[in-house]
């Protein structure tokens, strides 16, 4: 005999394994969505006011930077983003 032929005999076989059948999970209760409230988008109608046919600046432009620049507008103080400048608010 060839020593394939003997280890083959030798191994015990392996019964084959069971298949597992699903387990049903309880599903968990459903919660009733809520509806979220969207944010609004920052951007340019949220640096001008317009009235009738006029249009006012909400916030400060930058004093190094010059106009097209706005500063942003924090509980304390107006910051410009671009340059650093930080102007502080008066109480």
Known sequence: MSKKAVSKEEKPTEPKKEEKKAEVKPQKSEKPKTEKKKKQQKGVHAMYKTENDKV????PTCERC?????MADHNDRY???HCGFTRYKRA
């Open 66 to 70: 010059g106009p097209g620049y706005f």
């Open 56 to 59: 006012t600046r909400l916030r």
């Open 79 to 81: 910051t410009c983003g």
